[in-house]
């Protein structure tokens, strides 16, 4: 039995575009003992994937965070027989070398950093969307079959929000130094008047960062349900299972969504390329509808209603 390394820190929406990789990892070392390294935000969710013996937290230590340090060279000279660096950033990379530093050779290291002993070595791999590429990666390393991302195996119990059907959620925030990335708050507001006028109940995600766009939004059309800061990652799964259709920006949670396979509708700028990041779900591109426009605001809620094809 060899133990396996995984790294894969974040942002939601990257991470939840590695758990097709993850499921075929685990696939691929089924009689192995696998250790995912990320950050606290998405321990909860790794967990619940099974994809995972173990689960450490302290993937991005500060730069002054000394101890951190410590605790992270300790994890990656534990043993690992092969890393899985789905993360492939210069920081990662950076990993391979603190492995074994000065005393021995790291262990077997799929992914960008020097020395890889099996590279992705594709200078055009930048150019491709985020599970192609990280489809390629894992062939170069043996790993074949890659499925598309899928939560299945998510479970959580969403009785105390009341919702009934029909309703469809949005997600109308997103980075806060993106703005540029976010469809206005007047349209997802008349957007969701359109869904109200249609017996649909609008049903705002967001973080508590995002309180004043949620607030402003539920304010300008009675009848939408607002929670913020409310759900979980396996709630808002477990929602959207439940849900008509979803409709947001190019954020984490929209991500999460499209993983149950229901018909999500992605609204992006010209900031993005829905050809590299586009969300995708357990049938690939199948259940998802982008729009483009740059600026966002040009996309008018005639459009976006139109591609949910619900009112």
């Not at 507001?189 to 017996?199: D, K, M, N, P, Y």
């Amino acid at each position: 039995m060899a133990d396996i390394l995984v790294i894969k820190l974040g942002a939601l929406g990257d991470f939840v575009q590695a758990l097709g990789p993850f499921a075929a990892i685990r696939r691929h070392h089924a009689g192995d003992r696998i250790t995912l390294l990320t950050t606290p935000a998405f321990a909860d969710l790794a967990r619940a994937s099974g994809y995972f013996d173990r689960v450490e937290t302290g993937g991005r230590p500060g730069s002054l965070n000394v101890l951190g340090w410590i605790r992270l060279a300790r994890l990656l000279n534990s043993g690992f027989a092969r890393v899985y660096d789905l993360q492939t950033s210069d920081r990662s990379s950076f990993y391979r070398w603190l492995m074994g530093f000065p005393f021995s050779s790291p262990p077997e290291w799929s992914g960008i950093a020097p020395g890889s002993s099996h590279p992705h070595a594709n200078p055009k791999r930048d150019f491709l969307h985020t599970i192609d590429r990280q489809r390629e990666q894992l062939a170069a390393a043996g790993i074949k079959d890659v499925p598309f991302p899928d939560v299945i195996w998510a479970i959580a119990d969403v009785a105390r929000f009341k919702l009934s059907p029909p309703y469809v959620l949005i997600v109308p925030g997103g980075s806060a130094h993106r703005p540029e990335k976010r469809w206005p708050a007047g349209r997802f507001a008349a957007l969701s008047r359109r869904l109200i006028a249609v017996g649909i109940t609008p049903v705002l995600l967001g973080t508590r960062s995002e309180r004043l766009l949620l607030e402003s939004i539920a304010a300008a059309a009675p009848g939408t349900r607002n929670l913020i800061g409310q759900t979980s990652f396996t709630e808002i799964i477990a929602l959207a299972r439940g849900a008509r259709a979803a409709v947001g920006n190019d954020t984490g949670p929209l991500h999460l969504i499209a993983a149950t396979g229901i018909p999500v509708v992605a609204l992006f700028s010209g900031a993005s390329d829905p050809a590299l990041c586009a969300p995708r779900g357990p049938r690939g591109a199948a259940t998802v509808r982008v729009l483009r426009a740059d600026p966002i605001g040009a996309l008018s809620e005639a459009e976006v209603a139109s591609a949910l094809d619900l009112v």
